[in-house]
């Protein structure tokens, strides 16, 4: 597996340098041990790639979407067996929670002179992660449908759901809506999305007591329900990937959909000419009046392993650094993510990532407790969805059981 | 046989049990009894490619004074059993004293998920097993009266649902039911209802797992059968037939009773392996319409955060279930033995 994934990546790095030129000076060497783990995606695979083509570095990838339920116990050995762990905002928390990656301030005083403040992902004052690209849920939408239906771009759930009435009363789509409303993480997503658009706080401040089982979350779950009166009648089954195939179907006029994806959803490849060429990309959605985007912000950054030699460090911090550096974007790699990294030219397919980052969304919370509240929706939710009881009852058992959770890893005293 | 040496042999397979099974065992035991270290937590600023915001984080170094104290964690006895994540002893007695009809107290109960997950778990076992074990042996009459030039191809085309892989087998079931898959569209025009889909009602979709638990493990039963058939004396069955037992009697009273102790057999596997039902849940993405006790374990393990003490709970939880289930047909091997 790891062998085949770096032989893929090396073939990754051939390929790319036949291309375009890498080398603008920054050659990359360094002595010791590099072992990546890593969710699995374009935009990952390039960094990874690069990371690997340097010098003088033993280097092997492990670029998997299990990465999650492997990178904790993958560094928690002594020596570790993963010197860096590409994570998100969401999954860094777990490896700070089991005390798994070093603060990086030293290395980045010594080999990081380049990296830009704004890369830097930093708890308490220490860096902890460098973040190289970003991500965020967004609209996106038919600009046929639209214009036959005579609509203007939705900027609110509220108009979505007018702008979905519409579609459907008109005959052009029976179900105009998408989304990832699979039952488990996704539809946990979207109640966080909903939630923070409601202006709705998760938590007591300060403490690891969930408060949501208020006004915002009602509305919040109304909402979803409305939206998914007008979904394919199999949404709890539907993640993004499903999500995405019945865009490229041609079934669905308006949904919340990642940046990431895209990219896909927008090249001719496996949806019909009509669909694809009028796939379009918009802001976030508004919900109520908190002024708020219903949406996150995500990052994506690479962290250095606590359990290793400080020559293994050293090589991974600057295997890793070269990786995210400009070297990094060339014609192929440009339009694959909004880069953070110096140098970077928007495309048309990020468009909806930069307004969100520019309308002012915010980031999902770095909370130590956060994943345990995501579970707890994503296996609590579907009852209220599927119309079995009321919102009221719902939250109350997101809570009952997030509580449950949350004693038992001793968040809640 | 002298003590010593059957020792000696049994030594190899006990050694392996009891590192492989045992120690696991116990290991689960423990952990199902303790939970994670209180948290130390601190409000810091955390700051990104986003700007920065006061967030709540885990003090290491108090964290870690207190790992290296207790490095089990706390102990907390039967807590993590009785919470609302398993038994749920205090949601259940509020159940009981609030609720005023039979109904209101059900819907209660299968609201917490450990009882949702084994009410499942139960029923998909015991409807799926009987009628495994109905097919099984239908099928196995019918290859066996079947010419004999066929019935080799007739055993194999029999076989493939147990040699296809679960997940393959389960996911090709779930496109197929799919709103616009053949047999969706089927079902459709059959209740000339154009919305209805099967992913979309808890009670299709149970209907459809067990269908799916029949369809994989019929095959295993019809082997073991068709095995036993081979070696039914055929002289009872040829005097049965010149005293005028019909082909049903000689089924009856003939064949059944001489192929009962592999019906007891394929019972215990086919409860144990029900039990454990796993795969088609996630093929079918079943996950708002049933939980099995094995998928409740393993979303304790999947989290961004892992609960081992909770899935240790359940597991040891699931162990007394299997136990109490398998009860009555380990009793009846445990006298059979005897009796020879």
């Not at chain 1, 092997?60 to 990178?71: G, K, P």
């Not at chain 1, 290395?107 to 970003?134: R, T, W």
């Not at chain 1, 990094?328 to 990020?350: C, H, K, R, Y």
């Not at chain 2, 064949?255 to 996630?282: C, G, S, W």
Request: a negative charge; proline letters at 4%; one cysteine or more.
């Amino acid at each position: 597996m790891t062998k085949m994934t770096k032989l893929m990546g090396a073939t990754a790095v051939a390929m790319a340098m036949g291309t375009a030129a890498y080398a603008d000076g920054h050659a990359c060497a360094a002595d010791g041990r590099l072992s990546i783990i890593g969710n699995e995606f374009p935009a990952i695979q390039s960094v990874a790639a690069l990371a690997q083509s340097c010098d003088g570095v033993e280097s092997e990838a492990n670029l998997t979407a299990d990465h999650q339920s492997l990178n904790v116990p993958g560094m928690t050995g002594n020596p570790a067996e993963y010197t860096t762990a590409i994570v998100a905002n969401s999954s860094i928390v777990a490896l700070i929670n089991n005390d798994v990656i070093q603060p990086l301030d030293n290395l980045v005083a010594q080999y990081g002179a380049d990296i830009p403040d704004h890369m830097k992902i930093s708890v308490n004052g220490e860096i902890m992660a460098i973040a190289f690209m970003a991500n965020a849920q967004h609209l996106v939408y038919r600009a046929d449908i639209l214009e036959a239906a005579g609509l203007e771009v939705p900027t609110s759930y509220e108009e979505v759901l007018a702008a979905a009435e519409t579609i459907r009363e008109q005959g052009l789509l029976e179900n105009p809506l998408g989304g990832a409303y699979a039952s488990g993480w996704n539809l946990a997503q979207e109640f966080n999305n909903m939630y923070i658009g409601h202006g709705g706080e998760f938590f007591e401040p300060g403490t690891a007591n969930v408060a949501i089982n208020n006004e915002a979350g009602i509305a919040t779950l109304e909402m979803m329900k409305a939206l998914s009166e007008y979904m394919n009648p199999d949404f709890l089954t539907h993640d993004s990937n499903a999500t995405s195939a019945e865009w490229e179907a041609g079934n669905v006029a308006l949904m919340n959909m990642w940046g990431s994806r895209t990219g896909v959803l927008m090249d001719d490849e496996g949806a019909a000419e009509e669909v694809y060429s009028n796939t379009m990309v918009s802001g976030p959605l508004m919900v109520g009046d908190s002024g708020v985007p219903a949406t996150t912000l995500w990052w994506d950054g690479w962290t250095v392993s606590k359990n290793i030699s400080d020559e293994d460090a050293a090589a991974t911090f600057q295997a890793m650094a070269h990786a995210v550096s400009p070297a990094l974007l060339n014609d192929e790699t440009m339009s694959q993510a909004v880069w953070l990294i110096d140098g970077f030219e928007p495309q048309t397919v990020n468009e909806g990532v930069l307004a969100t980052v520019s309308a002012g969304a915010k980031p999902y919370p770095m909370v130590p407790y956060q994943g345990l509240l995501h579970t707890a929706l994503g296996n609590e939710l579907s009852d209220f969805m599927q119309g079995n009881e009321s919102a009221e009852q719902a939250l109350a058992d997101v809570e009952a059981a997030y509580t449950a959770a949350a004693t038992e890893a001793g968040f809640i005293q | 046989m002298r003590h010593g040496t059957f020792l000696a042999f049994v030594a190899p397979s006990l050694i392996a049990m009891i590192a492989l099974i045992v120690f696991p065992v116990i290991s689960v035991v423990v952990q199902s009894f303790h939970a994670q270290h209180e948290q130390v937590i601190e409000i810091v600023e955390s700051c990104g490619p986003f700007g920065c915001s006061e967030t709540t984080a885990v003090n290491q170094e108090a964290t870690q004074a207190l790992r290296e104290a207790e490095p089990l964690g706390r102990f907390v006895g039967w807590d993590n059993y009785v919470n609302r994540g398993h038994l749920a002893f205090a949601e259940m007695a509020e159940a009981w004293s609030s609720s005023e009809t039979w109904g209101e107290w059900w819907s209660k109960v299968m609201n917490l998920p450990f009882y949702g997950a084994i009410v499942f778990t139960l029923t998909f076992t015991f409807i799926v097993t009987p009628l495994t074990i109905a097919l099984g042996f239908a099928i196995a009459v019918a290859v066996n009266s079947a010419t004999r030039a066929i019935r080799g191809p007739l055993i194999f085309i029999s076989l493939l649902p147990f040699i296809i892989n679960p997940i393959v087998g389960s996911l090709v079931l779930f496109w197929m039911v799919d709103a616009r898959g053949i047999l969706g569209q089927a079902i459709q025009w059959l209740a000339s209802d154009p919305d209805l889909s099967v992913k979309a009602s808890t009670p299709m979709m149970w209907i459809m797992l067990m269908v799916y638990g029949v369809w994989h493990s019929a095959p295993f039963a019809f082997v073991v059968f068709y095995a036993g058939l081979q070696t039914v004396n055929q002289d009872t069955n040829e005097a049965a037939m010149i005293d005028g037992a019909n082909r049903w009697q000689r089924v009856r009273y003939v064949t059944i009773p001489h192929i009962m102790p592999l019906v007891t057999f394929v019972a215990l596997i086919q409860l144990m392996d029900n039990f454990r039902v796993f795969e088609p849940l996630i093929s079918f993405s079943a996950e708002a319409h049933a939980q099995s006790l094995s998928t409740y374990i393993l979303s304790d393990l999947t989290g961004e955060t892992v609960l081992f003490n909770s899935a240790a709970a359940t597991s040891m939880l699931t162990v007394v279930c299997v136990g109490i289930l398998l009860s009555p047909v380990l009793v009846r091997t445990w006298r059979d033995f005897k009796r020879a």
